[in-house]
Each structure stands twice: as C-alpha cells, then as structure tokens.
C-alpha cells in the first residue's frame, strides 16, 4: 500500500526559484494538506482541500500556492522561493480522522 | 482557536523505566486528539487517538494516553521503554465536525533512551 506519495523527497533551490511539491494518494480520501516542519516549531498547516476543487488557507499560507488537480492530487507550488521557506514539508489525507501522512519533502532554498 | 502545548522539549529516560510525554490543550469546544511519533528523517506515524467513548486510548509498540477533560490533557504513558522508541512525539487536536479543517500541533516532545 503506497498511501500518501511525496515527490520529489529532496531538493536545493536558489532565491527567486520556482518549484511545485506533488502530493498523490491512492486511499480515494476526500480531505488533504500541505504542513511544513521547521525545529522546534512542530507541524503547521499552510493549505487544505476539503475536496475536489476547493482549497483554503491554513495557519502559514504566505509564498504558496496550491492547486487540487484531482481527487487523487495536491500540489504545492513556490512562486518565487525564499531561505524562510527552508523546511521538511509533509502532505497529508483524511476522511474521517486521522489523517495519513506522506514521508516528506526536504527543501532547502539557498 | 485551538492550541496544544507540549510541556517537554527533551525527556531523557534509560531504558526499561516508564515514561510519561505531557500534552495539554485549550478549545471552546470538543475535541478530538492525537499522538504521533517521527523517526529521525521519516514521516508521522499515529501512535494513538481519541474520538470519543473511554478516556483510556491504547496504541501501537505499547504506548497509552489518557484524555482528561478537566485538566485539557491527554499524556502519553509507556511501562518500559526500549532504545527503538527513540523518536520525536507529537501531540495533536483538532474538531470533530469542523470540516476539513487540519491538526494543530505541539512543538514535539524528543524522547531519549538511554541504554
């Protein structure tokens, strides 16, 4: 059972690059987020997609965007990335509680 | 707003000996919880939850919490410890019908077992 799937599970940008984090999962669940992880901070929710076609901000949603492509997908794209945006980012899957969570993408922006 | 608090940033315990990772909450309303444990450059894996019914919630590897209403806590407890529950544990809530709203998180609680 693969679950929740995050591409790519490293990588090193430079400032001002762009780059989208793919999120896939094959549980046909409704509801999946985007967190990230930084020390000593614990997880936060940058943004969620209550479903298909909907998506909301969560407590960090500044520099992102997303986009639910399918019920099977969540992307999370950086625009123009900055050292802030340094972090682990976990996506995650729900119906009913609790959620499920991929094993993460480590970004560094330099 | 909700909100957890994870009263330990290091627990250091040797092993064989019990251990207790402390999480308190605050909420207007009810809650459901969560605990979580990260090994190092992994994902989170759910140790446990509580939705509703009894307050006493055992998990995977031997791990149990205890929601308590009245003090908005719910600890993690373990008899006896072993060096593979090195890790990183994280304590979590959110509300049951509040949509898809997602889980706020403590800071995380490193549990280190010393041999």
């Known amino acids: 059972n693969a679950g929740v799937t995050q591409t790519p599970k490293f990588q090193v940008l430079k400032t001002g690059q762009s780059m989208t984090l793919q999120c896939a999962q094959d549980m046909n669940h409704n509801s999946m987020y985007w967190y990230r992880q930084d020390p000593g901070m614990g997880l936060r929710l940058i943004y969620y997609?209550?479903?298909?076609?909907?998506?909301d901000k969560g407590e960090v949603p500044n520099g992102y965007n997303v986009s639910r492509l399918n019920k099977r997908e969540f992307s999370l794209r950086l625009e123009s990335a900055a050292p802030s945006q340094t972090s682990v980012y976990f996506c995650?899957?729900?119906?009913?509680?609790?959620?499920?969570f991929g094993d993460g993408t480590r970004l560094s922006i330099l | 707003a909700q909100s957890v608090t994870q009263l330990d940033s290091q627990v250091p315990v040797f092993e064989e000996a019990p251990v207790e990772l402390r999480c308190n909450y605050s909420s207007s309303v009810s809650v459901y919880l969560f605990w979580y444990v990260q090994y190092p450059n992994q994902g989170l894996q759910l140790l446990l939850k509580?939705?509703?019914?009894?307050?006493l919630v055992k998990g995977i590897n031997g791990f149990e919490a205890e929601f308590n209403k009245s003090q908005t806590s719910f600890h993690l407890r373990k008899p006896s410890v072993h060096i593979s529950d090195t890790a990183e544990y994280f304590c979590?809530?959110?509300?049951?019908?509040?949509?898809?709203?997602?889980?706020?998180f403590g800071k995380g609680t490193h549990l280190i077992i010393q041999p």
């Open positions: 995650a899957s729900s119906d009913t509680p609790p959620q499920h």
């Open positions: 509580y939705l509703s019914g009894s307050t």
């Open positions: 979590a809530v959110s509300e049951p019908g509040g949509g898809a709203d997602g889980l706020t």
């Open positions: 997609s209550a479903s298909e076609g909907t998506t």
